[in-house]
Nanobody
């Protein structure tokens, strides 16, 4: 079992920045690829960015390239999502997730553990 707890969400103006954190406990954090997903009201959960178990392979969704950065600190069992140049359309609940697909994956069905989510609201 892996428990994931996100933090760092909040309200920010368009153009601003937020840094989300996801702290993991339980089984060895470095045994999992990690991903960030988001879900806006009335929409399906969508992939944002993912990291392989080592952090050497990163996969960004096109709509966040150049604005969001994922990083992980395996010593601290934590993955981060730095979000810059935020837009109102980035408003959503953001979830971190852990996958046994060590190279990383975009598919939510390949993630085994999920956090409870943290709300990000971007005002125009």
């Amino acid at each position: 079992q892996v428990q994931l707890v996100e933090s760092g969400g909040g309200l920010v103006q368009a153009g601003g920045s937020l840094r989300l954190s996801c702290a993991a406990s339980g089984r060895t954090f470095s045994s999992y690829a990690m991903g960030w997903f988001r879900q806006a009201p009335g929409k399906e959960r969508e992939f944002v960015v993912g990291s392989s178990w080592s952090g050497s392979r990163i996969n960004y969704q096109d709509f966040v390239k150049g604005r969001f950065t994922i990083s992980r600190d395996n010593a601290k069992n934590t993955v981060y999502l730095q979000m810059n140049s935020l837009k109102p359309e980035d408003t959503a609940v953001y979830y971190c997730a852990a996958s046994g697909v060590l190279g990383g994956t975009r598919l939510p069905t390949e993630y085994d553990y999920w956090g409870q989510g943290t709300q990000v609201t971007v005002s125009s």
